[in-house]
């Protein structure tokens, strides 16, 4: 029997402190349907559990809940969206809870998951739409905090700011 080397070992346990993982878990949401393939034939995707991303672009409070637009984008292997790469179109999360303003504003990152439940039509300056419409099981808004990566290597008792 070998002996590890704990040199290799503080190496390896260290690598993989750095490994990103997904916000949310994505065992029964379909990651390859994308908000840009939504405009054509959306009754194929009708409770289509997905997991979407991007940037908020307007929040609207109702009497049954928030309504959410986004730009969307990419996502990385954390499901955070890639806000530098080309947008794949706007969708609309639709959630049965209050959002606080002042929490989601425009320009923040988040991620969702949810089911796909028809389009809603809508206008971009003077241009027409149909945002896919996603009722939310989980959001994840990104922090500032979150979006830069920061490993840290160290022994011992560790604080960040």
């Known amino acids: 029997m070998t002996k590890l080397n704990p040199l290799l070992v503080f190496f390896l346990v260290a690598i993989a402190g750095c490994a990103s993982q997904p916000v949310i878990d994505s065992a029964n949401y379909d990651t390859s349907v994308l908000p840009n393939e939504m405009s054509e034939n959306i009754g194929d995707y009708t409770e289509q559990a997905v997991i979407w991303g991007g940037v908020i672009v307007g929040l609207a409070n ?17 499901q955070r969206p890639v806000a530098s790469d080309q947008s794949i179109g706007r969708f609309l999360i639709v959630t049965n809870t209050f ?40 959001l994840h808004l990104w922090s500032k905090r979150s979006n ?10 560790s604080f960040g700011f």
């Open 99 to 138: 959002l606080e303003p002042v929490d989601y504003t425009a320009g923040k990152l988040i991620t969702v998951s949810g089911r796909i439940s028809g389009v809603s039509p809508g206008k971009i300056g003077q241009a027409s739409i149909d945002y896919p419409l996603l009722r939310s099981d989980q």
């Open 62 to 78: 109702q009497t049954d809940g928030t309504q959410l637009e986004i730009l969307a984008y990419p996502l990385d292997s954390a």
């Open 148 to 157: 830069r990566i920061k490993p840290v290597f160290g022994i011992g008792v």
